[in-house]
């Protein structure tokens, strides 16, 4: 689970302690953990359904059908009646670790969908914390729903509303199939740069006696764990150098901008990549500097000087344009 999801989880537990109200249509708290091990039993001739084991799968199918694009939480080990906390381990449910609880939902839901299971540790106590991610595919339908008087009822639909949970509606059902197609959800694109020094090349336009446009080529990796395609027009980013005799920051600035030419890197007539969820996509790219002009001879020379030892290159401020125009910065490894 990412920490980030843990701080913001945390905060919203330090309000709670602080008087403030943190139930809401996506998030949830809870003393116990809910008793998971068993579905039903046989008891004098009858079946006993596990009134936990339903009323878990109520809890995150209303939580992930509710209006908005937020993710969903259920926090474990909140005493509100007390305003306490309590240790919540996952072990209290009667399972051994989270893939057992997320089977019942693939086992129990109409259009499954994934959980992540955590903890985050607040005034000496460890909570539990099940998130619920944004879905673009509402509603989940629970298969075979039992009450707590054991009445069996199939194809239920659940939403919450502030802090209560009802059936839903006809005007909650047309909601949740607009959402479908108009909940934005960000690409959680991450990035794979190797930076060989190597990759620079000047080029000579014509009219110009000295190198006027300097290429540098990076293989990259993309990665998406977003929940949509990922489409990427553009990569921008300065190119930091550095060497020991600080000749290139005297003759032409130590910060140079460059930009992709997608169009010459993937070939054809594509001028973009598209990466689908749970994609990877890896590719030699090229990039231009548009601003560098007649210094493009000049550095390469000081490159060539350095046999390539003395030039440490550093990639800073990197964005990433989709086809809407819009910008954003993506998680970046390097290898050098």
């Given at each position: 689970m990412?920490?980030?999801?843990?701080e913001?989880?945390?905060n919203?537990?330090?309000?709670?302690?602080?008087?403030?109200?943190?139930?809401t249509?996506?998030?949830?708290?809870?003393?116990?953990?809910?008793?998971?091990?068993?579905?039903?039993?046989q008891?004098?001739?009858?079946t006993?359904?596990?009134?936990?084991?339903?009323?878990?799968l109520?809890?995150?199918?209303?939580i992930i059908n509710?209006?908005g694009?937020?993710?969903?939480?259920?926090v474990?080990g909140?005493?509100?009646?007390?305003k306490?906390?309590?240790?919540?381990?996952?072990?209290d449910?009667?399972?051994n670790d989270?893939?057992?609880?997320?089977?019942?939902?693939v086992?129990n839901?109409?259009?499954?969908?994934?959980i992540?299971?955590?903890?985050v540790?607040v005034e000496?106590?460890?909570?539990?914390?099940?998130h619920i991610?944004?879905?673009?595919h509402k509603?989940?339908?629970?298969?075979r729903?039992f009450s707590s008087?054991?009445?069996?009822?199939?194809?239920?639909?659940f939403?919450?509303n502030g802090s209560?949970t009802s059936i839903?509606?006809k005007?909650?059902?047309?909601?949740?199939?607009?959402?479908?197609?108009?909940i934005?959800?960000?690409?959680?694109l991450?990035?794979t740069?190797?930076?060989?020094?190597?990759?620079?090349?000047?080029?000579?336009?014509?009219g110009?006696?000295?190198n006027?446009?300097?290429?540098?080529?990076l293989?990259?990796?993309?990665s998406?764990?977003?929940?949509?395609?990922?489409?990427?027009?553009?990569?921008e980013?300065?190119?930091?150098?550095?060497?020991?005799?600080?000749?290139?920051?005297?003759s032409?600035?130590?910060?140079?901008?460059?930009?992709s030419n997608?169009?010459?890197?993937?070939?054809?007539?594509?001028?973009?990549?598209?990466i689908?969820?749970?994609?990877?996509e890896?590719l030699?790219?090229?990039?231009?500097?548009p601003?560098?002009?007649?210094?493009?001879g000049?550095?390469?020379?000081?490159?060539?000087?350095?046999?390539?030892?003395?030039i440490n290159?550093?990639?800073?401020n990197?964005?990433?344009?989709d086809?809407?125009?819009?910008?954003?910065i993506?998680?970046?490894?390097f290898?050098?």
């Amino acid at each position: 689970m990412e920490d980030s999801i843990k701080e913001y989880v945390k905060n919203k537990v330090i309000q709670f302690l602080n008087d403030h109200e943190i139930e809401t249509n996506k998030f949830e708290v809870k003393r116990d953990w809910y008793k998971l091990n068993w579905k039903s039993i046989q008891e004098n001739g009858l079946t006993k359904y596990n009134k936990d084991y339903f009323e878990f799968l109520k809890d995150v199918t209303s939580i992930i059908n509710s209006n908005g694009g937020d993710s969903g939480f259920i926090v474990i080990g909140i005493d509100a009646a007390n305003k306490k906390l309590i240790d919540a381990r996952i072990e209290d449910s009667g399972l051994n670790d989270s893939s057992q609880i997320k089977d019942i939902i693939v086992s129990n839901i109409d259009t499954p969908f994934t959980i992540d299971i955590g903890y985050v540790n607040v005034e000496g106590k460890n909570l539990s914390i099940i998130h619920i991610p944004t879905s673009l595919h509402k509603p989940h339908i629970i298969l075979r729903y039992f009450s707590s008087k054991n009445q069996e009822f199939q194809n239920e639909i659940f939403v919450r509303n502030g802090s209560g949970t009802s059936i839903a509606k006809k005007a909650d059902l047309d909601r949740m199939y607009w959402e479908r197609g108009n909940i934005v959800l960000p690409e959680k694109l991450s990035l794979t740069i190797n930076t060989p020094v190597s990759g620079f090349e000047a080029r000579t336009m014509s009219g110009f006696e000295d190198n006027s446009r300097l290429d540098y080529s990076l293989y990259l990796g993309f990665s998406n764990q977003g929940m949509r395609p990922a489409t990427i027009y553009a990569i921008e980013f300065d190119l930091v150098l550095e060497n020991p005799e600080h000749e290139i920051k005297k003759s032409i600035g130590e910060v140079i901008r460059f930009k992709s030419n997608l169009v010459a890197s993937i070939g054809g007539n594509k001028d973009c990549i598209t990466i689908q969820p749970n994609g990877y996509e890896q590719l030699r790219t090229l990039f231009l500097s548009p601003t560098l002009h007649i210094h493009a001879g000049r550095l390469l020379a000081y490159i060539n000087k350095y046999n390539n030892n003395g030039i440490n290159p550093d990639i800073q401020n990197i964005y990433i344009t989709d086809n809407k125009g819009h910008r954003s910065i993506p998680e970046v490894a390097f290898i050098k």
